[in-house]
């Protein structure tokens, strides 16, 4: 087992302080004045969306003056409608850019602030007092420290201390909205509270005190699921172990490398590259939460043995959630990423990462939770619309290292399952668009989540150095499904494919079709139901609980990396009515979208249809007041 670590091009000493540095933070000068001895920028201000705890808190004390605090600043994407329509057509088999996807460096010069405007952002920092202890490739953060007294003058706020009403601490937080006389817009504002942290989704199991084995057939001890298990129930007689692929773990803690060693040794698995990436002045040294990393990382060279590295972004209890998206971001050298955490508050930031990892090919998947259905309100980034959120299920097998038998929802009762259930800040996104919710209880306008499962439940685990126990949580499905998108990557590339990317758009497609159930275990029972019996139901086909299931081996893998189906379209007929006739080839169950143009620039949808035969007929009853149209089929997958 090897480690190589990297370190974040930080200048301050970490020492000095706790720091919390986010991204979207943005510093404005001394009043009136800039570094260039031009007229102060109209005041800018930038609405925050308060942390939860917040709307209960009274402040306790001013946090004090010389307090060292490290904040971010977050810039918007450019030209971001264009952005949103070029992750369309990337995902879009009858497009001419499907699966050409972009490095950082595209990226950062079609959408990134521009470089003009970011230096003008630095100046102005500098300017202020303020010390840039880190910039950002894509020109999307800019890592800034200050004293609180500056940060207070800059950005026209006051700087307080609250009692935590459900944690036994204090945290600070300003008590206003952050203004700066800076003319270069800024999304937001972070790095200004530290009300919330980001949070495991995992739990020790509630049953690993009861003496006997549990009835789950694991190879681990009472029956507890490791290693060579979870590739028999979901990859069996799969040879592929993810070869030439680098899987990257969004972390805020540490491990011990021994307790990797130790849970290699014990499920007869070989170790793997390690590379810790350290972030946001973080040591490495593991904390309280250091079982959620050794989880992770012991499920993804479960899933894939052969991975070429296991690449661990830590930024420790404190750190950035940004700063750690941003650095895989622009690594762009790990194709599938897991992160096991969520945090309560929005930040926009994060949506234009995950847009980039979109763009960039890489598939990014988030655990949906761990407490049971959600109502009204989602944890990030577990719902946003370009992560892969993955719900839990409680697995049986036939034996130690045997065949999957069955599978539920997972849910130990009391407010502890599978969480899932519709998020009202976002909108359904288009491969969920036109799906028949009704029996699953989901939402036809916001998005729903999970989208897919794993095992929860009954997981051995090696931690805090050399402890072993059995855990639930999501935490455990997502670093799996990782590993599952190593595999289906490396047999892509052997068959001369491109990268899957993000998965959602595939993921979808295969569910709505005729080889869903070939692809996918359906799991049809369990619920997240919490203590009051409030929740969701398993259904047949997706639901809220574990989203289209768990994967079916080499199935899945193909129909991931298979070459995409186009339509081909026969010489147009005329209606009895004089409106234009349009037939074109077609796999039943798969879903198409049928578009029109007069000008082949401008294309407008007419139609979207789910084939129920080989050919498809589409008559154009527009078309008869029109004196010619343009038409073309596109497959959604």
Not at 209 to 218: S, T
Not at 365 to 391: E, I, K, L, M, Q
Not at 494 to 514: D, M, T, V, W
Request: glycine share 8%.
């Amino acid at each position: 087992m090897t480690v190589m670590e990297k370190f974040a091009d930080k200048i301050l000493d970490p020492r000095k302080l706790r720091s919390v540095a986010l991204a979207g933070l943005f510093c404005s000068l001394p009043l009136g004045a800039t570094a260039s001895g031009e007229t102060a920028a109209k005041l800018q201000s930038l609405p925050r969306r308060l942390a939860m705890v917040l709307s209960t808190a009274a402040p306790m004390a001013h946090l004090h003056a010389s307090q060292t605090l490290d904040i971010a600043l977050g810039f918007p994407l450019q030209n971001q409608p264009s952005l949103v329509g070029l992750v369309q057509d990337l995902y879009n088999p009858a497009s001419t850019n499907f699966h050409r996807f972009l490095n950082p460096q595209e990226f950062t010069r079609r959408f990134g602030t521009s470089e003009a405007d970011y230096q003008r952002a630095i100046g102005f920092v500098q300017s202020t007092g303020l010390v840039v202890t880190q910039t950002h490739s894509n020109r999307m953060i800019l890592n800034v420290r200050g004293s609180v007294s500056d940060i207070e003058r800059v950005l026209h706020l006051n700087m307080m201390v609250y009692q935590h009403p459900t944690e036994n601490r204090v945290f600070y937080a300003p008590d206003r909205d952050p203004s700066l006389e800076l003319a270069v817009p800024l999304l937001n504002i972070n790095g200004l509270e530290n009300a919330t942290q980001p949070k495991p989704n995992t739990r020790p199991n509630l049953d690993q005190g009861q003496p006997g084995p549990l009835p789950l057939a694991g190879s681990g001890t009472r029956g507890a699921l490791m290693g060579k298990d979870f590739r028999a129930a979901y990859a069996p007689g799969v040879t592929l172990g993810g070869s030439g692929q680098k899987v990257a773990l969004v972390e805020f803690d540490g491990y011990y490398l021994s307790d990797i060693a130790q849970y290699a040794k014990l499920a007869g698995l070989h170790g793997v590259p390690l590379r810790n990436v350290l972030l946001d002045f973080f040591d490495g040294i593991p904390g309280e939460n250091n079982s959620e990393v050794a989880l992770d990382i012991e499920m993804v060279l479960s899933m894939a043995p052969n991975v070429s590295e296991i690449t661990v972004y830590e930024a420790g209890p404190y750190g950035s959630h940004e700063d750690v998206l941003n650095a895989i971001a622009n690594d762009n050298l790990a194709s599938q990423i897991s992160c096991s955490w969520t945090w309560s508050t929005y930040d926009p930031i994060v949506d234009q990462i995950l847009l980039q990892f979109a763009a960039q090919g890489q598939s990014f998947f988030s655990a949906s939770g761990d407490s049971d259905a959600y109502r009204g309100w989602v944890p990030y980034p577990a719902a946003n619309p370009y992560a892969t959120s993955v719900g839990g299920t409680t697995l049986t097998t036939t034996r130690p290292s045997g065949a999957w038998s069955s599978e539920q929802a997972w849910n130990w009762g009391n407010g502890t399952g599978s969480s899932g259930g519709f998020s009202y800040d976002y909108s359904i996104p288009a491969y969920q668009q036109g799906m028949d919710f009704t029996a699953g209880q989901g939402s036809a306008d916001l998005r729903n989540i999970p989208d897919v499962a794993m095992v929860a439940d009954n997981v051995l685990v090696v931690y805090n150095n050399g402890q072993t126990d059995t855990f639930g949580g999501t935490s455990c499905a997502a670093p799996l499904w990782a590993g599952f998108m190593a595999l289906a990557n490396q047999y892509a590339l052997q068959k001369s494919q491109s990268l899957i990317g993000f998965a959602n758009p595939s993921l979808y497609a295969i569910g709505r079709s005729e080889n869903y159930n070939s692809c996918f275990h359906d799991i049809a029972t369990g619920n997240n139901f919490d203590a009051t019996g409030t929740g969701y139901a398993a259904v047949t086909g997706y639901d809220l609980c574990t989203g289209w299931g768990s994967p079916k081996g080499m199935n899945l893998i193909r129909a991931l990396a298979s070459p995409p189906q186009q339509a081909r379209l026969t010489p147009l007929n005329m209606s009895n009515e004089g409106a234009f006739q349009l037939s074109f080839s077609s796999q039943p169950g798969s879903t198409y979208v049928v578009q029109a143009s007069i000008d082949l620039q401008e294309w407008a949808s007419l139609a979207t249809l789910t084939a129920t035969g080989t050919d498809t007929i589409f008559t154009d009853s527009e078309s008869a007041q029109m004196p010619h149209r343009f038409y073309r089929v596109l497959v959604q997958r």
